[in-house]
């Protein structure tokens, strides 16, 4: 029987192996779009990450996010909940926005 770790290590190489034959299919001129795309929304996601820490830290004082729900006020929790909420609906968007950009690239083939 495979540990967790196998199981996970075989999906990843699948996955990455599907990734790589995607990409062999592009023209050199797509591949380097497809890069660009990336770049610009790992740039954005991390700006967006920055903020939400930026958010987080002001909402807490400095308390590590792990110790904030036992040491933070109920309204202070409610509002760090929102932002962590905010900053998960923001990446999600900015990730589907990347993911349907990087689609119409290999579209164009």
Known sequence: MKS?????MEKTASI?????EELSKLSPGQRKEVEKIKKVYESKLAEK??????????????V?????ARVLPPEL?????????KFKADKEALE??????????KKQA
């Open 4 to 8: 967790a770790l196998e199981l996970a």
């Open 16 to 20: 990455g192996a599907q990734a790589r």
């Open 49 to 62: 990450d920055v903020m939400f820490q930026q958010e987080a830290m002001k909402l807490t004082g400095g």
């Open 64 to 68: 590590p996010l792990e110790m904030a």
């Open 77 to 85: 929790q409610e509002k760090l909940a929102r932002a962590r909420e």
């Open 96 to 105: 589907a926005e990347r993911d349907g950009k990087i689609e119409a690239v």
